[in-house]
Structures are given as structure tokens and as C-alpha cells.
């Protein structure tokens, strides 16, 4: 069946520093890549997504890159604070059908 | 008002219980879901609700019972669950099929005992 792998499943960076976070997804007809970000005691929150039209997309400290022929998407987050710290869940969506990856703890050291 | 409110945030129930978890937005979204998310896992789909009718059921036991009375309601009615049943269970809404992403509640911890 259809899945996202994601990776890496934990991140350690110093505050300031720039973080990725790569996704790779199986079915093709997939046209929407959302990312949630989901913090201790809350549901995911949608932080950024983009289109499969589009390569790239930035909003402030936050990018997204989609590359359709690989199957790749990744997350981008320059300039980290210690707020940054969550888990992140890449997913692809195909109409009402959502495949979240299995996420990244993302620790930011002060 | 952007918010999705689920109601209780916490509920511990016997086997031998029936219980409802409630989710209301009033964002005006026409799609509705019910997600289930182990610790340490990502949420996983069990229903979608698409104006108001059942849109998907992710072949789940029927111990668990969806119902959506108006666009901006959903319930997820439980009956004779079981200790592998306990997690939290998300509700989310969005503006309709491929039209943008989800707005998660903060979701139910559900405990079976």
C-alpha cells in the first residue's frame, strides 16, 4: 500500500542552527504535502504545505521543497529556537486519503 | 473562531462501557475525520465525514460508531472496547477534499480498563 517514509526519526541541533527533515512518498498520484508540527499535549498543527505544481514554498523561518520525479519532499527550518522543539509529521494526500510519515522529534538546545 | 473543540480531553472506560467523544468547529469546513494516534506514532485515519455523510471508514471494528448531525458536529460513539483501543483520538476538519490542510483538536485520551 501506499506510505511516507520519513527521516531522520530524531534531530538534535543547537539553537541557531538550520534543521531538515526529508520525506519520501510511494504513491504518485499524490498532489498535496502538508507538514504538521505537534507539541506535547496537542493535536498536529498544520505549519506549512505545498502543491505538487510547485517546487518550493517559504514562509519565514520555514521552507518546503517538492521534487515529483524523485518522490521527495523536505523541511527546512533556518534559525531555530528552543520553541522549534516538537515532532514533525511530513504527509502526501491524495483526495480524502492522508499518509503521515512516522515523524521527527526535533530537539533545539539552548 | 479557527479552533476545533474536543470534548472530554481525557476519559478512562470499562470494557463493558458506552462512552462518546464529541468534536464541533465552526470554521465553516464541510470534511470532517476522526484519527486514532498510538504514543509515539503518527495519526492513523478511521473516518471521513464529507457533507455530512460517511465518506471513508478505514475498515474499522464496529465497536466504534461515527455520527455527524450537522456540518459542524462529529461524535465517535464506543461500545465494548478493548485495552488495545486506549490512545487519543484526534478529530480534524478541513474545507473539503483537496482543498488544504487539516485543523486538528487537541483530542481525547481515551484509557480502556
Given at each position: ?110 | ?20 467523544l ?12 476522526w484519527?486514532k ?9 478511521m473516518f ?9 471508514n478505514e475498515s474499522v471494528p464496529s465497536r466504534f460508531s461515527p455520527e ?8 465517535l460513539h464506543l461500545h465494548a472496547l478493548?485495552?488495545?483501543d486506549?490512545?487519543?483520538y ?20 481515551l484509557?480502556?480498563?
Open positions: 500500500g501506499e506510505n511516507v517514509e520519513q527521516h531522520p526519526s530524531t534531530l538534535s541541533v543547537q539553537e541557531g542552527d538550520s534543521a531538515v527533515i526529508k520525506c519520501t512518498y510511494s504513491d504518485s498520484a499524490s498532489n498535496y504535502f502538508p507538514w504538521y508540527k505537534q507539541e506535547l499535549g496537542k493535536g498536529p498543527q498544520l505549519i506549512i504545505d505545498i502543491r505538487s505544481n510547485v517546487g518550493e514554498k517559504k514562509d519565514q523561518r520555514i521552507a518546503v521543497t517538492l521534487n515529483k520525479t524523485a518522490k521527495h519532499f523536505s523541511l527546512h527550518i533556518t534559525e531555530t529556537q528552543p520553541e522549534d522543539s516538537a515532532v514533525y509529521f511530513c504527509a502526501a494526500s491524495r483526495g480524502f486519503k492522508t499518509i503521515f510519515g512516522a515523524g521527527t522529534r526535533l530537539f533545539v538546545k539552548a | 473562531d479557527t479552533e476545533v473543540t474536543q470534548t472530554p480531553k481525557h476519559l478512562v472506560m470499562g470494557m463493558t462501557n458506552k462512552k462518546s464529541k468534536c464541533e468547529q465552526h470554521m465553516g469546513h464541510r470534511a470532517m475525520y484519527y494516534q498510538k504514543a509515539k506514532k503518527p495519526p492513523e485515519l471521513v465525514y464529507s457533507y455530512e455523510k460517511l465518506s471513508i455527524c448531525p450537522n456540518s459542524s458536529l462529529l461524535n478493548q485495552p488495545e486506549s490512545a487519543l484526534l478529530c480534524a476538519s478541513s474545507q473539503g477534499q483537496g482543498k488544504g490542510g487539516y485543523t486538528f483538536g487537541s483530542g481525547t485520551r484509557t480502556v480498563v
